[in-house]
C-alpha cells in the first residue's frame, strides 16, 4: 500500500468475540485476513475499547435499565450494554491471535467514566479527539483503510469520522462483523456511504 495509508484494526478483543461478553457473530473469522491483510501496510493502528468499572455504557450501572436499552446521555442517545472491554481483564485483551507486531499504535478509547467512545477519532459527546487524527496526520496519513469490529457501531463510526477529518476512508466489509442490533447495520452501511467513505474488498484493495 501507499506509504500515506493506514490500516485501522478496530477492536479485535476477546470481549467482541464468540463467548465473550458482547459477543460479535463469527468475530473471529476475521482474525487470519486481517493479519495477512496488515501485512501488507506499513503503518497500522490497533484500537482497544477501553472502559472503567461502572462506565455509563453499561447498564449495570443504571439500575433498573436492561441491557440494549437505549438512555438519554448527557451527549445524546446511548445503548445500554453488558458490561465489557473493562480496563486491563481478559476480555479486554486484543485476540491472542491477532499478530500485528509491526503495527505502531495501539489506540485505547471509552476510558472516561461519564462518555462512550464507538469511534476511534471523537468521543460520544462529539467534541472530544482521542488524537488519532493528529497521530495521522503528523505521519503525513491521508488514506485510511478501516476493518474490524463492530462493522455497525465502532467501525462505522470511525469511518464517518475519518471523513470527518478529511481522509479518504476505505472500510471492508469482510474484514469487518456486525452486531446488527434493531437495523443498525443498514443505518451505518447509509451512514458511512453518506459520509463519502467507500466499500472496498480484500482483492480490490491488495489484488
Ligand atoms: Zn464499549
Redesign the pocket.
Known amino acids: 500500500m501507499t506509504p500515506n495509508a493506514a490500516l485501522l484494526v478496530v477492536d479485535m478483543q476477546n470481549d467482541f468475540m464468540p463467548g465473550g461478553a458482547l459477543a460479535v457473530p463469527r468475530g473471529h473469522e476475521i482474525v487470519e485476513p486481517i493479519n495477512r491483510l496488515a501485512q501488507r501496510f506499513a503503518n497500522v493502528v490497533l484500537t482497544q ?1 477501553w ?1 472503567c468499572p461502572g462506565h455509563a ?1 453499561f447498564a449495570s450501572s443504571h439500575p433498573g435499565r436492561q441491557v440494549y436499552e437505549t438512555i438519554d446521555a448527557f451527549y445524546g442517545p446511548q445503548i445500554l ?1 453488558p458490561d ?2 473493562v480496563m486491563g481483564s481478559h476480555g479486554a485483551a486484543l485476540h491472542p491471535d491477532l499478530d500485528i507486531r509491526h503495527a505502531g499504535l495501539i489506540l485505547r478509547k ?1 476510558y472516561h467514566k461519564a462518555v ?1 467512545s464507538y469511534s476511534a477519532f471523537l468521543e460520544a459527546d462529539r467534541e472530544t479527539r482521542t488524537g488519532l487524527d493528529g497521530w495521522l496526520s503528523s505521519r503525513g496519513i491521508t488514506e485510511v483503510v478501516v476493518c474490524g469490529l463492530a462493522t455497525d457501531f465502532c467501525v462505522g463510526w470511525t469511518a464517518c469520522d475519518g471523513r470527518h477529518f478529511g481522509l479518504t476512508v476505505k472500510v471492508i466489509e469482510e474484514a469487518s462483523r456486525a452486531i446488527d442490533l434493531d437495523g443498525s447495520m443498514a443505518r451505518a452501511h447509509r451512514n458511512m456511504a453518506v459520509a463519502g467513505a467507500n466499500f472496498v474488498t480484500i482483492s480490490q484493495l491488495i489484488g
Open positions: 475499547d472502559h455504557s450494554w465489557h472491554c471509552g462512550d
